[in-house]
């Protein structure tokens, strides 16, 4: 194995207390990586690092930001095919989506290295005489990152990406299980020409380094993407501070087929939302939403269809299915195929333990036929199973999509205008697609939702602007 991967802090690559292992989820028998584990006391070494360095950088020139962050994205995209390999390696997508995922990464560093170049302001008439009024956007300051382990490329992407362009400077702490992933992106920013201190890494628990980072007084702002356990509790936690907070959480993303809908696309939207990525993002299909009058017809589809899809190590040539990321995470999606046998779904594809040429997490997706009150039905799985529900029309389709504490993306597949017109109108959600899996979203366009899914302002395209500044008015008199 290679040389322990450590913290960057300050613009120096330190070691830390202990050191842990990151797995390769489709070989056991083969780590991917030995990584030094931060601790309390290096997150606040990180923290006042990025507190010092963050005044001048908020005065650097956008051309310097640009530079940055465009040398950044350039390297990621010339290096897409092995950083994908790492990815896949440590968490477990095929080799395609994982390369897929390199690149949109790249490709977010690029349009912020632009966006760093277009911030602009309003210059508004006063309603009094011989006055100015000058809208202006500033840096928050410090930004800590807590990212997850799903997309451990691009979700770090898209938030040190716009805090850097806009000004900040960042402690990123990665999730445990991805800690090479973490570092990679780490190495390339520090070649960018950032000054010491505007970007650190910091590998380590949630519990000691990520609740350090919450818990900082110097920390300005805080962007999450995790579990809805955790997110509650950094709202909770932060709330009697002036922090800004902004938390992507779960979803329970329905997709609707009704029956006017092209059957073979509809099967496809949803084989591909569910199980595709196993199932391990936030906008999985995993709630399908089925129109009576073919219901069977998809079904029986589905069953078909998934029949093909095969599961094996992310490297593997012909892999549409990696493993589970985790132990932990193969535990839990078991233990909601029991939930739902005891509440009465009906198992019909999938779900079983897969062995491998090499051991792993593998199991294969899962399709539940359910009810609308079913936990299967209604929690975040976050697993390769999905659970179809019976409407009896468009309109009780509807009611059900919307019938979840989550609301991040809603599908619908229909070949009526009409209906398509109206859900997206009345889907309560923050994302909306027709004819289009819920999971697969651009990199240049807002992502977010409503209810429990996220929390503050939107992350990506533009409207990233809202989270990583704050907006200054200013008065002047002639
Ligand atoms: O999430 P956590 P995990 C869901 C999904 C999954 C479950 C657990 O259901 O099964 O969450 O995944 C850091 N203070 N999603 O354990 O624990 C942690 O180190 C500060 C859905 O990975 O929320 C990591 O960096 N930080 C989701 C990050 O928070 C803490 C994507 C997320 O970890 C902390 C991922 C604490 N007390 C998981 N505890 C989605 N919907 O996209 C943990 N962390």
């Not at 290096?79 to 490709?107: F, H, I, M, Q, Y």
């Not at 807590?146 to 691009?154: G, K, Q, R, S």
């Not at 201190?197 to 910091?202: A, D, I």
Request: aromatic share 6%; net charge neutral.
């Amino acid at each position: 194995m290679q040389e322990i991967l450590r913290n960057y802090i300050n613009g120096g690559w330190e070691t830390g207390a202990t050191t842990g292992l990151s797995e390769n989820p489709s070989d056991l028998a083969t780590p991917v990586a030995e990584y030094a584990r931060a601790d309390a006391r290096q997150a606040q070494q990180a923290v006042l690092a990025a507190h010092d360095a963050a005044a001048s950088w908020a005065l650097s020139t956008p051309q310097r930001r640009a530079d940055a962050l465009d040398f950044v994205g350039s390297e990621i995209l010339a290096r897409k095919d092995e950083l994908g390999a790492l990815l896949a390696r440590e968490e477990g997508k095929p080799l395609a989506e994982a390369t897929a995922e390199a690149a949109r990464a790249g490709n977010i560093f690029k349009f912020f290295a632009g966006e760093a170049l277009r911030i602009t302001g309003d210059k508004v008439a006063s309603v009094r005489p011989d006055i100015d009024v000058d809208v202006t956007r500033e840096p928050v300051g410090v930004v800590a990152i807590i990212a997850p382990w799903n997309f451990p490329l691009a979700i770090p992407a898209w938030k040190i990406a716009p805090a850097l362009a806009y000004g900040n400077a960042v402690v990123f702490k990665p999730a445990e299980l991805v800690p090479a992933c973490g570092w990679a992106l780490a190495e390339i920013l520090s070649r960018a020409g950032l000054p010491a201190g505007v970007f650190n890494l910091l590998n380590g628990s949630g519990r000691q380094v990520g609740q350090a980072l919450i818990e900082h007084p110097l920390v300005d702002a805080i962007t999450f993407t995790g579990s809805e356990t955790v997110g509650a509790q950094v709202r909770q936690q932060v709330a009697s501070r002036g922090v800004k907070v902004q938390l992507e959480m779960g979803g329970k993303n329905p997709l609707v087929v009704l029956g006017d809908a092209d059957l073979d696309r509809a099967v496809e939207c949803a084989v591909q939302g569910a199980f595709f990525s196993t199932g391990q993002r936030c906008t999985a299909s995993s709630r399908l939403v089925v129109e009576r009058t073919v219901y069977d017809g998809f079904v029986s589809r589905m069953r078909d269809r998934m029949k093909q899809l095969k599961v094996g190590p992310a490297l593997a040539r012909g892999t549409d299915i990696g493993p589970v990321a985790s132990k932990p995470q193969l535990e839990q999606n078991q233990s909601y195929l029991e939930i739902g046998r005891a509440e009465g779904a009906e198992l019909v594809a999938g779900g079983r333990l897969v062995e491998c040429e090499t051991a792993g997490h593998y199991m294969s997706p899962a399709l539940l036929l359910g009810a609308p009150e079913h936990r299967t039905a209604r929690e975040e799985i976050f697993g390769p199973v999905a659970t179809v529900l019976k409407a009896d029309s468009y309109e009780h389709a509807l009611a059900l999509a919307n019938d979840t504490p989550y609301g991040l993306c809603a599908g619908i597949c229909t070949t009526s205008l009409k209906r398509a017109s109206h859900f997206k109108r009345h889907a309560q959600a923050g994302m909306v697609m027709v004819n289009l899996p819920t999971a697969g979203v651009d990199y240049h366009v807002p992502f977010g939702g409503r209810k429990g899914s996220s929390h503050g302002p939107r992350e990506q395209g533009r409207y990233a602007a809202e989270f990583y500044t704050t907006v200054k008015t200013a008065y002047t008199c002639a």
